[in-house]
């Protein structure tokens, strides 16, 4: 178990969303805002929200811990991007638009950011680098303006981890868009994104690995379109978009049944990318939570 020494726990792991351990190393942060300036609500909402983060500061820059470093907070909207961060979420000190951040919670920040890079050997923080705002992992509005608090937070947090005590003048606030950066993405999402202008279809049936009822609804799973490692939470496609091509009742989903996309659903266009694991994520209507796929897989059955 790793937890903070700066933290106090509170409602520590009392929820299910979150996953039991990593499958990869710890290599950078991902800042978040609550969205909301009642502190004591977080972690409690996530008994019933499918997302957690590891970390949250109030408004007078206390600390608390409600997740395990050593277990996968389920915060960036991403599952790579989880297995290998740390949430920190933010109290607010107002709402839409402004989203207040007291500084006391930014000077507090910025000591978690220093005790995590220094127990995680990240070397200098740098934002974009090792210190991310959530909205760089998929469209979100948070962090809201701690966006532009990042270099201060990364500043303060260096100069922590050099012996000083963070008390260091804010600079300008970076932008991701400014520094030109390689094209990393693979041909799959290329292809997506520039030729087929984020749209997508998938017409042809597809095998399934297995059904389950999870988080309250009949899922899928296949490896005809999964992005390995997969999970029910990121991967698991609702039977309720599909037709069993098996049956003819097209309901029964055995495991090994071809199965394929209904009519109105077998289109659409791309809602996010995720270029580390190449893969891309579709919001289906009437489903929350985003589904990810394979690029190569999905490209291949257009
Ligand atoms: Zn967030």
New binding site residues.
């Given amino acids: 178990m790793t937890v903070s020494g700066l933290a106090t726990p509170f409602g520590f792991q009392d929820f299910p969303n979150f996953t039991q351990g990593r499958n990869a190393n710890v290599n950078k942060i991902?800042?978040?805002?609550m969205?909301t300036t009642n502190y004591d609500s977080v972690p409690g909402i996530w008994k019933t929200r499918e997302a957690s983060?590891h970390y949250g500061i109030g408004q007078d820059g206390q600390i608390r811990a409600y997740v395990d470093e050593d277990n996968t907070a389920w915060?960036?909207?991403q599952w790579a991007a989880n297995s290998s961060s740390i949430?920190i979420?933010h109290a607010n000190t107002s709402g839409s638009p402004d989203w207040g951040i007291a500084q006391a919670t930014v000077d507090s920040s910025a000591k978690l950011v220093a005790d995590i890079a220094k127990r995680y050997g990240f070397g200098k923080v740098v934002p974009y680098q090792n210190l991310f705002p959530?909205?760089e992992f998929i469209a979100?509005g948070?962090?809201g303006n701690l966006k532009e608090k990042l270099q201060e937070i990364a500043d303060k947090a260096n100069d922590i981890m050099a012996g000083g005590n963070g008390d260091v003048a804010p600079q300008a606030a970076p932008e991701s868009g400014q520094t030109p950066q390689e094209d990393n993405r693979s041909a799959a999402i290329k292809e997506f994104q520039d030729k087929w202008k984020d749209h997508w279809a998938l017409r042809g049936p597809f095998r399934i690995r297995t059904c389950e009822k999870q988080y309250g609804i009949y899922q899928v799973l296949t490896d005809d379109l999964n992005v390995e490692p997969n999970s029910w939470y990121y991967n698991g496609i609702p039977t309720g978009l599909l037709k069993d091509v098996s049956d003819p009742q097209g309901r029964s989903f055995e495991d090994g049944a071809m199965v394929r996309f209904k009519d109105d659903v077998n289109f659409g266009t791309i809602d996010a990318y995720d270029t580390n694991a190449n893969a891309v994520g579709i919001l289906f209507t009437g489903y929350k939570d985003m589904i990810w796929f394979d690029a190569d897989k999905l490209l291949a059955h257009e």
């Fill in positions: 991902v800042i978040h805002h969205a983060a915060h960036a909207g949430g979420e959530h909205s979100t948070c962090p």
